[in-house]
């Protein structure tokens, strides 16, 4: 047996990373409100990290003047017993005031809540009831059951131990799809409008309507007018009069409740960025937030020409050296992070500085991350970590970084997608919609507009903008 030792020499390639490095990104990646917490939690948890203290730099003999003008005008009075009682009532005001009066805001917020709210107003037996909860937990923001009913079914009788039939389920159903919104509980689109015309006022043109979704589903959803006109043996008017009365209908009626909450949502939405157009033309960039002054507590600075420690007292030097590390790293990482996203924010307005002047997103030029990083001399992973999840606030509204990225569609074109985007959607807004511009027509018109592009990419550009293709957008 050979026990003799070898030497062997690799070469190898890793790449690792510092920990000082993944706490970096993970400070870039965040928001402004995000890294507010970071900070608020970390003043909580660390002593050694606090608020830097503003000093007054007023005269020592300088006298503060805090009082408010209610407590002026009680000054009048020798005593309170003097002061009336409507200057301690907070609501006087004179008879020109404008008084808001509190709105009582509704709390539901779901369809969910919203139906639950109305099983009150039928009267439904105890089994009953928790069958239609069940049902009710099952439909979708859009308002639309999202199970069959023999599921449901075997779920309630699974969990509550009900024993129910799929008929049973469906008819407790029909309770609920007589609530508001109407065509809410609906297990498809034609079910949906169906549920809607139902309620509607009879006449003609709701008859031919209902005729039209409950025989004709896949003619009218496939725009094919006149087929759908002699199959149903109507005259062009009667025609268009129901199918006025179809697209009068709500395809999503949950999505009623569910706008009110989208608008709460987008006010939630805090700019890291402030981008301002000064008259001279020159841009004003600043970051966004109220990060507090951050210092390191004075007791948790090591004095260097304190002696050695004895045992005892080495466990308390370590925890006090452990926190002091921890606040001096964090205040280096908020100001590094700062550094960084100002500079990635003004090399982005340099090459941007038309859209942020106009707000128009035609004027977005061709931008790649790349294209920052030579500005900056930042890594790739750097300039997109800073421009994640983030907004920049400009006179002409809130946008997102991202947005502002897009690739040029040839190397020596300067022309972007937006700017595309934006032609593509005109030409479909101002066309004749008895005879909607096909794909290749639209192809044409970008070449004589010279914008030399394949007709899948006028497809692609299409699909980005939501728009159907030609024959859907027909109209009679």
Known sequence: MDDSLQLQQNIGLRQRLAPQQVIFGRFLEMTAPELEDEVRRALDENPALEEREYSDSRPDDAEDF????????????????????YRYNAGNRSADDEYLEPLVVDDLHTIIDVLENQLG???????????????????????????????????VSIATGIETSTAHVRAVADVIRSMDPAGVCAVDLRDCLLLQLRRMKDSEAVRDAATIVRDYFDLFSKRHYDRLSSRARLSDTRLRKALDIIQGLNPKPGALIEQSNSGDRMRHIIPDFNVEIEPSGRASVSLNGHLPELAIAESFVPDENAALPDRRNREARAFIRARHDEAQQLIRMVNSRAETLMAVMKAIVSLQLRFFESGNTADIKPMILKDVAELTGYDLSVISRATAGKYVATPNGVFQLKMLFNERRKEDSDTSAHEILDVISNMIAEEDKHRPLTDEAIKDRLTTLGYDIARRTVAKYREQLDLPVARLRRTL
């Open 66 to 85: 805090c009082e408010t003008a209610e407590e002026l005008q009680r000054a009048d009075y020798r005593d309170d017993d003097d002061v009336p009682n």
């Open 121 to 155: 107003d039928f009267d439904l037996s105890d089994s009953d009831r928790e069958i239609a909860r069940y049902i009710i937990g099952n439909i979708d923001d859009n308002g639309y059951l999202g199970r069959p009913f023999a599921s449901i079914a075997d779920d």
